[in-house]
């Protein structure tokens, strides 16, 4: 049965660009609308744009699992794979800088977060960018 939604049946990624009560940020969603990763807050949304673009650019990057010892540990652009305070799974993805571009939510098994990230690498590079008015 085809999917007739906004996007002829297209399931694909976007970017959303929405303003805070302190600055700009993006979520990067999944086809299905979910949020797969979101960025730190930005002062512009020129600035935010460059972020999403870092995001595009980065995202075929490594996997750092750092939840395992003695873990390999990976140039940039990465992403790392770690557990919160909580014991919950997240991924960050690092620019070639270091500078930490996008984050995940928490995770309750790796496997999931590891889904995130392949989300992540799918959808990010061709995702476009759609700002949300206030």
Same mark, same amino acid.
């Given at each position: 049965?085809?999917?007739?939604?906004?996007?002829?049946?297209?399931?694909?990624?976007?970017?959303?660009?929405?303003?805070?009560?302190?600055?700009?940020? @993006?979520? $990067? #969603?999944?086809? +299905? !609308?979910?949020? *797969? =990763?979101? &960025? /730190?807050? %930005?002062?512009?949304?020129?600035?935010?744009?460059?972020?999403?673009?870092?995001?595009?650019?980065?995202?075929?990057?490594?996997?750092?699992?750092?939840?395992?010892?003695?873990?390999?540990?990976?140039?940039?652009?990465?992403?790392?794979?770690?557990?919160?305070?909580?014991?919950?799974?997240? @991924?960050? $993805? #690092?620019?070639? +800088? !270091?500078?930490? *571009? =996008?984050? &995940? /939510?928490? %995770?309750?098994?790796?496997?999931?977060?590891?889904?995130?990230?392949?989300?992540?690498?799918?959808?990010?590079?061709?995702?476009?960018?759609?700002?949300?008015?206030?």
């Amino acid at each position: 049965m085809p999917n007739n939604n906004l996007t002829g049946g297209n399931t694909m990624g976007k970017f959303v660009i929405k303003t805070t009560k302190s600055g700009v940020k @993006f979520d $990067l #969603k999944a086809g +299905n !609308g979910e949020v *797969i =990763a979101t &960025s /730190e807050v %930005y002062t512009t949304e020129a600035a935010c744009r460059k972020g999403i673009d870092s995001v595009k650019r980065c995202c075929l990057g490594g996997i750092e699992d750092q939840t395992v010892e003695n873990f390999e540990v990976v140039k940039h652009p990465k992403f790392e794979l770690f557990t919160d305070k909580a014991g919950e799974f997240r @991924f960050r $993805l #690092k620019a070639r +800088n !270091g500078e930490i *571009i =996008a984050v &995940s /939510e928490g %995770y309750k098994k790796k496997d999931s977060c590891l889904n995130g990230i392949e989300s992540v690498r799918k959808n990010a590079p061709e995702a476009p960018i759609e700002k949300l008015e206030d």
